[in-house]
């Protein structure tokens, strides 16, 4: 089994930041694709950034300028980094990583923009 448990999140003022963490555990290879995914309703969970095995990042169109991706200190950690945040980012955010061809998420880490 794989395990990915975040950490961060919470009430963020609009313009605020926040960073969020996720570390994979389990039967994992030392190091695979992790990203972020959002929930913007309820059937559409929409790309923040991923990163993969090389360090390729790929961010979606929304999240540019605002959102980095980036593994921690070990390789099995990935690290989203948010600025200048709007209400509009308001949603759970995901933890993703494939294991080898399969897909594994997080329990998701709720993050709200509001004064």
């Known amino acids: 089994q794989v395990q990915l448990v975040e950490s961060g999140g919470g009430l963020v003022q609009p313009g605020g930041s926040v960073t969020l963490a996720c570390t994979a555990s389990?039967?994992?290879?030392?190091?695979?694709?992790m990203g972020w995914y959002r929930q913007i309703s309820e059937n559409t969970r929409e790309l923040v950034a991923v990163?993969?095995?090389?360090?390729?990042?790929n961010v979606a169109t929304f999240a540019k300028d605002r959102f980095t991706v980036s593994r921690g200190i070990t390789k099995n950690t990935v690290l989203l980094h948010g600025n200048s945040l709007k209400p509009e980012d308001t949603a759970v955010y995901y933890c993703?990583?494939?294991?080898?061809?399969?897909?594994?998420w997080g329990q998701g880490t709720q993050v709200t923009v509001s004064s």
């Open positions: 993703w990583r494939n294991e080898n061809g399969t897909e594994h």
């Open positions: 389990g039967r994992i290879a030392s190091i695979a694709p």
């Open positions: 990163i993969t095995t090389s360090g390729w990042t």
